[in-house]
C-alpha cells in the first residue's frame, strides 16, 4: 500500500463494555487488507482517513432512518467520504447468538463497512455471498495477527 490511512475507532456509546484496545490493534491489518481487495475505482484507494464509531442501537436507528428510510437498528452503516457507524448492541446480540467474541463481531463489522468503501455490494443474493466470503477471509487473517 502506498499511503497509510488515518483510522480513527471512537466508542461513542456507554451501554456495551468490550475491549477497544483490541479492535484498534486489528483495524489497521483489516484496512490493509481491505484496500487490496478493493475495487478500482472505491472511495477506499482514494480516502486519507477512515473514521469508525462504535455506537448504540438508538443512534444507528435515527441514522438508518434518516439516510435509508428504514428506522430500525442495523449493525453497520458505511459512507463513502470514509464514515463507518457500528452498533455495539447488534454486535453483542449477534456475537452471543453465534458463540463469537464481541470484539470479533465489532471487527467483523467495521470490515464490512471498509468493503463497502472498496467498492463491495450486497444487494443481491451473488454479492453478498462474495462479500461474506471475503470479510470472513480477511477476519481470519486479523485474527491470526498477534
Avoid: W
Wanted: charged letters at 25%; aromatic letters at 6%; proline letters at 2%.
Amino acid at each position: 500500500m502506498s499511503k497509510k490511512i488515518i483510522l480513527t475507532v471512537i466508542n461513542s456509546q456507554n451501554l456495551i463494555n468490550f475491549d477497544l484496545e483490541y479492535v484498534k490493534s486489528k483495524v489497521d491489518v483489516a484496512c490493509q487488507l481491505c484496500v487490496r481487495e478493493s475495487k478500482e475505482s472505491a472511495p477506499l484507494k482514494e480516502l486519507e482517513s477512515v473514521e469508525i464509531s462504535i455506537i448504540d442501537d438508538k443512534q444507528i436507528a435515527k441514522v438508518h432512518g434518516e439516510f435509508m428510510d428504514d428506522p430500525s437498528p442495523t449493525d453497520v452503516i458505511t459512507f463513502d467520504y470514509g464514515e463507518i457507524l457500528v452498533s455495539a448492541e447488534t454486535a453483542l446480540s449477534n456475537s452471543e447468538e453465534l458463540q463469537v467474541s464481541l470484539e470479533n463481531e465489532i471487527l467483523l463489522y467495521i470490515i464490512h463497512g471498509m468493503l463497502h468503501l472498496g467498492g463491495y455490494l450486497d444487494g443481491s443474493r451473488a454479492e453478498f455471498k462474495e462479500m461474506k466470503s471475503l470479510q470472513e477471509m480477511i477476519l481470519d487473517s486479523c485474527l491470526k495477527v498477534s
